[in-house]
């Protein structure tokens, strides 16, 4: 059965960094397309960043970002740990919100951003970011 397990959040003071970690159990995640959200208490769930599956050539793998996180955010990949990493720097108040990693097996040549892409989803951390 597959399983995501996320860790990495906390509190942190703005302009700060934080990495969020998204481990997989069950499948390799180097076949998967994956993905973070997020979602702030009454708001809706908004797409964060997405990254293509690795088991394709070089000049396919690409990732995408939300443009509010654009030169920010960066998501990549670990394959020897099976797992996928969200870098987040010069964090900003309204960054605070539950994040949670997705994935779908198997994944296409292109980030997708639609949370109907997904399957599978992470039990969320939270990021809170102090002014």
């Known amino acids: 059965q597959v399983q995501l397990v996320e860790s990495g959040g906390g509190l942190v003071q703005a302009g700060g960094s934080l990495r969020l970690s998204c481990a997989a159990s069950g499948r390799t995640f180097s076949s998967a397309a994956v993905a973070w959200f997020r979602q702030a208490p009454g708001k809706e769930r908004d797409f964060v960043a997405a990254i293509t599956r690795s088991d394709i050539p070089r000049s396919d793998r690409t990732t995408g970002y939300a443009d509010s996180v654009k030169g920010r955010f960066t998501i990549s990949r670990d394959n020897d740990k099976n797992t996928v990493y969200l870098q987040m720097n010069s964090l900003k108040p309204e960054d605070t919100a539950v994040y949670y990693c997705?994935?779908?097996?198997?994944?296409?040549?292109?980030?997708?951003?639609?949370?109907?892409?997904?399957?599978?989803w992470g039990q969320g951390t939270q990021v809170t970011v102090s002014s």
């Open positions: 997705v994935a779908t097996w198997p994944g296409g040549t292109w980030p997708l951003r639609g949370s109907y892409n997904y399957d599978y």
